[in-house]
Structure formats: C-alpha cells, structure tokens
C-alpha cells in the first residue's frame, strides 16, 4: 500500500502509465483522453492522501453539479460549456478512483460496488435532466424531452447489460471476448461517454444540440440492441 507522500506526483503517474490496462477496443475519447486525465487526477489525489471512495464521491458531485446548472440556469452558451466542463470533469474522476485503488493498493468490492452504483443512477440521470431542463425552457418543443427520456433507457440498459454480462461470464470462468484495435475505438465515439459530455457546449444552440443528441440516441439505441444480442448469445454458449 502507497502511503502518502512517499512518492511524487511524476513518479505516480509514471506508475499507472505503466500499469494501464489495455485501450484496445476502448471508445476513442475514454481510450486517449479521460484515462490520461484519470491517471493525472489518481496521481495527484496519492500524493494529497484521498482515498479512492472520495475521488468517487467528487466524480459524483461534479456530474451533479453540471446537471442542476442545466436545469436551473437559462440555456446559454457560457451554461452549456461550464455544464459540458463538470460532466467531463465527473467523467476523468469516474476514471481516477479506480486507478488510484490500483496505485495504492486500496481497491476492494465496497469501492468497486459505490463505483458502479454511481455510475448506474449518474448514466440515466443525465438524460432525466436534460428533458426536465427542456420542459422548463423550452416548453414549445418539448418532444426533444421525449428522447432524452428514451434515451435514459436505452443507456440504463446497456449499462446493466455491460456490467452483468462481465459478472455472469467471470463467475462461469469465460474468457474476455477478444478487442479490437484502433478502428473499434474510432468508431465507439458516439457510443463514448465523453462524447456525451462535451456535447453539451452545444446546449446554448438548440438548432445543433438537438440533431446531434438525436444522433447519439439513435446510434446508442442501434448499439444497445447489437451489443445485447451478442452478450445473450455469448452468455447462452457459456
């Protein structure tokens, strides 16, 4: 276990930089750029002595954040940037805690289990406040309010989809299904939570904002139903 202060900032991201796991596969923007922000932000909370359940909680508490401006501030430019900033910021934390368990041997099942309960109740709740924050300011096209609902679903399933299918295929003593390399991740990018994020810089500009979050739905949605047939048929075979 890494006490705190007995390495330096550099040498602790030199550490998970070393000790990252496979990006193959992995959608573009988790892949390249929030585990290289998630490495920076686990190496600097090693050297100030947080512990990976606080990164979880400042990940959880970011996201929020980003979520009551954009349901309580009028839609702008400045609110969709300053709302894209915190829910990216909950993301690269999202990424922190769990290499920061790694890094200072901290990790357990109670850490693992508030990690993945965050993410279950943050993935829906993103897409609940954008049709809360839609109704509010803009009752005259409130069927945008319908797909961010539907949207909810569709990520709310996946994401049960995903995190079960990798329990169901442990317990049975599977193997990984083998990744792919940088064209997946390429092509992941709608599919990627970061996309999401910093979609909304977009918020300020309906007429964007709404063809490309309609986009995202429409490709998540199509990526959810493969993505299910295959972990189903993958699991009956076990």
């Known amino acids: 276990m890494l006490e705190r202060g007995t390495r330096g900032y ?8 070393n000790a990252q796991k496979s990006g193959a596969g992995v959608p573009a923007y ?3 750029v929030n585990r290289w922000l998630g490495r920076r932000i686990a190496a600097a909370a090693a050297v100030v002595g947080l ?4 990164v979880t909680a400042i990940s959880a508490l970011c996201s929020l954040a980003g979520l009551v401006l954009l349901v309580a501030v009028e839609p702008g430019i400045g609110v969709g940037i300053a709302v894209a900033v915190l829910l990216a910021l909950g993301f690269a934390c999202d990424s922190a805690d ?6 200072t041997g901290t990790g357990g099942p109670a850490g693992e289990w508030m990690d993945h309960v965050v993410d279950a109740i943050r993935t829906p709740l993103t897409h609940v406040a954008v049709a ?3 109704t509010l300011h803009r009752p005259e096209t409130a069927w945008v309010a319908a ?3 539907a949207y909810a679903v569709v990520s709310a399933g996946q994401f049960m989809s995903q995190i079960l299918a990798e329990q169901l295929v442990r317990q049975r003593g599977g193997e990984a299904p083998e990744a792919s390399g940088v064209p997946k991740s390429l092509a992941l990018i709608p599919t990627d939570t970061g996309t999401l994020c910093w979609s909304f810089a977009l918020w300020g500009a309906p007429l964007v904002f709404v063809p490309v979050y309609a986009l995202l739905f429409g490709v998540n949605a199509v990526y959810a139903v493969v993505s299910m047939r295959r972990k189903y048929l ?3 075979a076990l």
């Open 147 to 149: 797909i961010a609902l």
């Open 132 to 134: 809360v924050a839609w």
């Open 98 to 103: 769990g290499q920061l368990a790694r890094l």
């Open 10 to 17: 550099r040498e602790n991201v030199i550490t998970l930089q």
């Open 51 to 54: 512990t990976p359940n606080a």
């Open 30 to 32: 988790m892949r390249w």
């Open 234 to 236: 993958r699991l009956r």
